[in-house]
């Protein structure tokens, strides 16, 4: 039988929100598998189990660099958001950006041998570890190069977008904006990641079980509950932010602007940051000075 411990139910009331007993009854059902007992826990307990989902877990920033339809959005984690501030720690980010921009490189190992103010990313990295003390690391970036104009927004250096577009400069950047509030996954519901679907219907599917009905009548409440999150994370679908009487789609129309891709960035995004025990970590240190 798996052990649950209060770590592991701490940590899942972190992920959730939900009530402590009940983060330790889905752990249990779950045999101490952490995704499966999150899915248990937004079965029973709704999106009340979702609601920390867009935690930010580190600490950085998000920085854009545009040079007419070329453009690049780079996030760069640090430690705490006080080296997030540092001057040398935005120098290498914009630096960072420019070079997505300018040299095109394949992945973050590609960047991190780029040339930056006469030395590699990776060496201007490591002397900034060592001036200032605190790790920070190159993460991930997306680079924009067509025929497309480019525009952007930034909330704070916390949430980037950065939007595709043809026509309107001011319903792109209001798209832009949209996307920052909103966070979609994708520009329309034929774009949402299948893996993300079977996961809402997997959902859907138990939560309608649960509910007693019929077969056909499970069916179809699995149907319009999938339907409903593709109109909830597609862009197009989403009501506007600025005018919620109509959709991101209408407007684009209205103003006669073709929204061709975005990227999005929210710093420390999927980034587990480390909680320190004390508790556990005095027991450690008591616990070792006894076998010495």
């Known amino acids: 039988m798996t052990v649950i411990t209060a770590g592991m139910v701490s940590e899942l009331r ?60 780079v996030e760069v984690n640090s430690e705490t958001d006080f080296v997030a501030k540092n001057d040398d720690f935005l120098a290498l980010a914009n630096g960072c950006a420019r070079l997505v921009a300018e040299k095109n490189p394949a ?23 060592g001036k200032i003390g605190e790790n920070m690391s190159v993460r991930r970036f997306t680079r924009f190069a067509s025929d497309n104009n480019l525009a952007y927004y930034l909330h704070g250096a916390k949430i980037g977008v950065m939007v595709e577009y043809k026509g309107d400069e001011n319903a792109a950047k209001d798209v832009a904006m949209h996307i920052a509030a909103m966070k979609p996954v994708a520009l329309s519901s034929a774009q949402v990641p299948a893996e993300l679907i079977e996961t809402e219907r997997s959902v859907a599917k138990a939560k309608a079980l649960e509910s007693g009905k019929s077969e056909e009548i ?21 009501s506007f ?52």
């Open 107 to 129: 992945d973050v190992d590609a960047l991190s041998a780029l040339e930056l103010d006469g030395k590699t990313v990776e060496q201007t990295r490591a002397d900034l570890i």
């Open 14 to 73: 972190g992920k959730t929100d939900a009530p402590m007993m009940e983060c330790k009854r889905a752990l249990t059902e779950a045999a101490g598998d952490m995704a499966k007992a999150e899915e248990i826990l937004r079965v029973k307990l709704g999106s009340k189990a979702g609601k920390a989902a867009s935690r930010i877990a580190a600490e950085g920033v998000v920085v854009v660099y545009v040079n007419g339809t070329v453009g690049s959005i």
């Open 241 to 292: 932010v600025k005018n919620d009487k109509q959709t991101v789609a209408q407007m684009l129309k209205e103003k006669n602007t073709v929204v061709a891709g975005f990227s999005m960035f929210v710093v420390g995004e999927g980034i587990e940051k480390k909680v320190d025990d004390f508790a556990a970590e005095v027991a450690a240190q008591v616990a070792a000075a006894q076998q010495s």
């Open 218 to 238: 499970a069916a179809k409440m699995v149907e319009g509950s999938v339907q409903k999150f593709l109109k909830e994370v597609s862009l197009f679908d989403q």
